[in-house]
């Protein structure tokens, strides 16, 4: 499991001024917690952290030296400035459901040559127990052709009795459709140029 840094955050220094020390702000909430933790996390761990984590991945925060097992439940990220801004997490009870996200993931989307490959859905909405959360749903789309279609429900997380669906199963993830441009023009010039040959 991922690992992840962080110290208590002193609420009268402002987010403005930690984030200019090299700082992501932060909080930790949660039924067990008495009170949610405002945190900080270096921006260095935070990035190399979002390199292969990111929302609905579960982890091992580590606070002021105490491991607590929680949940990625957002990352707020200004696109503008390139800055992650504020990461928060949700504390873990092993015998609580949670609310959580898997992220889609497609793969050998270049073998699809026979149309235009569209991905309709990013994430899978879903509730889970700790020990039965989904980071990722992979998805192989080599074999699909023109016309063909993957549904949440035709997806092993629709399968698994151990998760509550929230996304609508019959919601299509991924399509294939006809290219639409009806004048092949390489094809004609080659044949032009074979002709005056």
Do not use: C, W
């Amino acid at each position: 499991m991922n690992t992840l840094k962080a110290e208590t955050r002193d609420m009268s220094t402002k987010a403005k001024k930690l984030r200019r020390e090299g700082y992501v702000t932060g909080v930790v909430f949660g039924k067990k917690l008495q009170e949610s933790i405002p945190v900080k996390i270096a921006v260095k761990d935070a990035e190399q952290f979002l390199k292969t984590g990111g929302k609905g991945t579960q982890l091992m925060l580590n606070v002021d030296g105490e491991a607590m097992d929680v949940l990625l439940k957002e990352v707020d990220y200004n696109s503008m400035k390139h800055q992650i801004m504020e990461m928060d997490f949700q504390a873990l009870v092993s015998n609580e459901k949670v609310h959580s996200v898997a992220e889609i993931v497609l793969h050998n989307h270049e073998m699809v040559v026979s149309g235009v490959l569209q991905q309709q859905m990013e994430e899978i909405s879903y509730r889970a127990y700790p020990a039965d959360l989904v980071e990722k749903v992979e998805i192989d789309v080599s074999t699909l052709k023109v016309g063909d279609s993957i549904k949440v429900k035709d997806l092993e997380i629709a399968k698994n009795e151990k998760i509550d669906l929230l996304t609508d199963p019959d919601a299509t993830v991924v399509t294939v459709t006809e290219v639409h441009n009806s004048v092949p023009e390489p094809e004609a010039a080659d044949e032009n140029a074979s002709e005056n040959a």
